[in-house]
């Protein structure tokens, strides 16, 4: 069964912390994505990930991937309360029509 | 502005009604997704279209019908609505199957079943 597992699945950091969210996958593949969602909002993308050593940095957000150990990271860089969402990683698996397998999502709480 | 637009945002529906949900995207994509999504269960594909023509089932499709009515709309129908779907279904496309610029998703349609 294809699975795509975050954890953790909820976080409480302080402004100005640093933080990891991790994203195994168990299928073959080569392109991950990140995206972001605020309350009751439509999931936004962050990062498109397509080949193995990929990294991306967009502000205090930094997402790498390694195809061979299966693992995606969204690191945060000391964080404000503005990050506060819930982020998913999601897999697309090779030989599929790119149809995307999501994660269950990390909800992220920035307090001060 | 260019994206994905999907109708309604909000509904309500009594056990065993029937309804149909639209989407309609702008920016000439060929491949087009509706997903759900629960609580804790982050979203779930329930039918796609690869391109204008072709449907095909994802991981949840029972009680779902789908149409790709041409290539920027594709509906949701739910021919007898029951409790367990109620969720919030979103509806994405993207360029096209090799994902380079990933999904474009709609806002949601917030749907309860009672």
């Known amino acids: 069964e294809l699975k795509v597992e975050q954890n953790p699945l909820f976080l409480s950091m302080q402004e100005g912390k640093n933080y990891t969210i991790y994203c195994n996958y168990s299928?073959?593949?080569?392109?991950l994505y990140w995206y972001r969602q605020d309350p009751g909002k439509s999931l936004e993308s962050l990062f498109v990930l397509l080949s193995n050593g990929a990294v991306k940095q967009e502000g205090r957000l930094m997402a790498s991937l390694d195809t061979k150990a299966r693992l995606s990271t969204l690191h945060i860089t000391a964080a404000v309360h503005d990050l506060s969402a819930t982020y998913f990683c999601?897999?697309?698996?090779?030989?599929?029509?790119?149809?995307?397998?999501f994660g269950k999502g990390t909800k992220l709480s920035v307090k001060p | 502005n260019a994206g994905v637009t999907q109708t309604p945002k909000f509904q309500v529906l009594k056990t065993g009604q029937s309804m149909t949900l639209q989407c309609a995207q702008d920016m000439n994509h060929n491949s087009m997704y509706w997903y759900r999504q629960d609580p804790g269960m982050g979203l779930r594909l329930i039918y796609y279209s690869a391109s204008e023509g072709t449907t095909d089932k994802g991981e949840v499709p029972n009680g779902y019908n789908v149409s790709r009515l041409n290539k920027r709309e594709f509906s949701l129908r739910l021919e007898s609505a029951a409790p367990s779907q109620t969720s919030v279904y979103f509806c994405a496309s993207s360029e096209d199957p090799r994902q380079v610029y990933g999904y474009t998703f709609g806002s949601g349609t917030r749907l309860t079943v009672v």
């Open positions: 299928t073959t593949s080569d392109r």
């Open positions: 999601a897999v697309d698996p090779r030989g599929s029509q790119g149809n995307l397998i």
